[in-house]
């Protein structure tokens, strides 16, 4: 009890608002939903649409609805979102607290994102390019199982969503939401960071599930030390989440951009 106490007591001073009222509101099984929630998802997304593609007789409906995998994400950033909602709004809380600036912290905050991000890029590409040479002697080689080309139109409504509702949705939930709400609960902090850093991680196997043994590797493991150095840097300054995760929606926009060429080919 003492150590929850001193978590929620260090939470409330931390983040951007006071979640002590939260931590009493948001149990355990509401935190726990939402570190899985975005797996979930993503995988009945892409069975629906799996069936989808199976009843207008794709050949093969698996790697169709696989194709498809950053519409599907769109669709679980739009659930993400909504459920986060949701239970910020069970601790009278806004979905827009989660990205407040203060004035104050702003001159702390900047050179902390610079530092964070200074490394975001390296421990992104890294991992993925030397996990890939490794698995199936190309660095190219996983990239071209998620790069694949849609209709003109669909990848192009892609690239101008898929940005700002990844920015909303996955680190603030992960980082913002379920990881302060975790040391909160059971006195966690790296714990917490590991716990949250592996799901975020994992989750990437659901995007897309690839019925193959390399590929749910190379999804599962290379996000990894992104997730933890990004968890890292919102575990010692949370206020900087507005702005990293304002860079991730940035950064990410090359997948879908990436998608369009292919799609444009």
């Excluded at 150590?3 to 009493?24: I, K, W």
């Excluded at 950053?70 to 069970?90: D, F, K, P, Q």
């Excluded at 990293?244 to 090359?254: K, T």
Aim: charged fraction near 15%; charge should be positive.
């Amino acid at each position: 009890m003492a150590t929850h106490a001193r978590a929620v007591e260090r939470l409330g001073q931390t983040t951007p608002f006071d979640v002590t009222a939260g931590v009493t509101q948001s149990s355990a099984a509401v935190v726990w939903g939402m570190l899985l929630a975005r797996s979930v998802v993503a995988l009945g997304t892409q069975v629906a649409v799996a069936a989808l593609a199976w009843s207008g007789g794709a050949a093969d409906p698996w790697r169709t609805a696989a194709d498809w995998w950053l519409g599907s994400l769109v669709l679980v950033n739009v659930a993400t979102i909504v459920l986060l909602r949701a239970v910020l709004r069970r601790e009278n809380r806004r979905l827009r607290d989660l990205f407040r600036i203060r004035r104050a912290d702003v001159r702390g905050d900047l050179p902390w994102v610079f530092v964070a991000l200074l490394f975001a890029g390296p421990m992104a590409m890294i991992p993925s390019i030397a996990v890939s040479q490794l698995l199936w002697g190309s660095v190219e080689a996983g990239s071209d199982l998620i790069v694949r080309a849609l209709p003109v139109v669909a990848a192009l409504a892609i690239v101008l969503v898929f940005p700002v509702l990844q920015a909303i949705a996955e680190l603030p939930t992960y980082f913002g939401f379920v990881m302060p709400r975790l040391e909160a609960l059971y006195g966690w902090r790296l714990r917490a960071l590991l716990t949250v850093a592996l799901v975020l991680s994992a989750q990437h196997i659901f995007m897309p599930l690839l019925l193959d043994w390399r590929a749910i590797i190379w999804r599962g493991i290379v996000f990894l030390p992104l997730a933890l150095w990004l968890g890292y840097a919102l575990l010692r300054r949370p206020t900087a989440l507005p702005y990293l995760a304002a860079a991730q929606g940035l950064i990410d926009a090359s997948l879908p951009l990436m998608v369009l060429l292919a799609s444009l080919e």
